[in-house]
């Protein structure tokens, strides 16, 4: 069969984790509309069994790499996270960059295409939110990377309402060396329930936070117990100031109970059973600086 990884890279917010997640057809990185919300690269796993074209053909895994937004780091965290994105370009057999403007509008894509420009590995420019931009200025983005002469191919979606993304599937197929088929066909993910629920939480707590409280915020699951009925989860919110814990816990635990509400319902339907999540905050003060704690919370990169 066609096997092969992909990886996924861009600025933050252009909509990386979207793509993985229309992909697959189902959520398994979460998305917000902040910035820098994806902090690990995460592992998504699409498989197309084998006869799905007819009886020749031969089927598809592909496993998509969505990685955190390359950008300027301004502290241990931010570096930990291109880091992450550029080791990703160096491992894959195709590189997808996501766009969502044209070059003119920041020095970020530009940097990111210099970089590309250094790897031999194919790959292909996808401009994303064509659901939010003019058919003159997708024509504009369009000209501006096919005169680069990088790209092997282009492809306008909106991974929002899923538009072109099958069609992007089929192309990235093409792309795939013959090979086994690396994870069974019913898996989406390689990562474990821990970390998809320290996610969910995660995701949760931007939501409710709005501009609040900075992206300054971990989560560790700490416990994690199942039986037939029930899975019990501890999970401890982290933030780097005192001030943040009352805002993050709210008045009369308000927000706090929204957080835990909202990722309950959510945990309930990624994990199939009934859900009793219990959620503390605590202060780790300048977690982001911190080697030890970006080791803890699975941010830092070791050799």
Known sequence: MKSGFIGIVGRPNVGKSTLLNSMLG??????TAKPQTTRNTIRGIYTRE??????????????????PGIHKGHNKLGEAMTEMALRTLKEVDLVL???EGSMEEGRGDRRILELLKQIPT?????????DKMSPEMY???????????????????????GKNVSDLRRRIEEFMPEGPMYFPEDMITDYPERFLVSEVI???????????????????VESFKEDN?????????YCEKKSHKGIIIGKGGRKLKGIGKAAREELTDLLGKKIYLELW?????????????????GYLIKD
Request: no cysteine; charged share 30%.
């Open 139 to 161: 024509l504009k983005i369009y000209k501006e990377y096919e005169d680069t002469g990088v790209f092997a191919d282009i492809y306008g979606t909106s991974a929002l309402e």
């Open 229 to 237: 009925r029930l899975i019990r989860i501890g999970a401890v919110i």
């Open 122 to 130: 194919s790959k292909i420019l996808v401009i994303n939110k064509i």
């Open 281 to 297: 905050v605590k202060v780790r003060e300048g977690w982001r600086e911190s080697n030890s704690a970006l080791e803890d919370f």
């Open 50 to 67: 084998p006869g799905t074209d007819g009886p020749e053909d031969s089927g598809a895994q592909l496993i998509l790499i969505d990685t």
């Open 202 to 220: 995660r995701e949760k707590a931007l939501l409710y936070l709005n501009e609040e409280v900075p992206h300054g915020i971990a989560v560790e």
């Open 26 to 31: 189902e959520k398994i990185a979460i998305a």
């Open 97 to 99: 960059f996501l766009v």
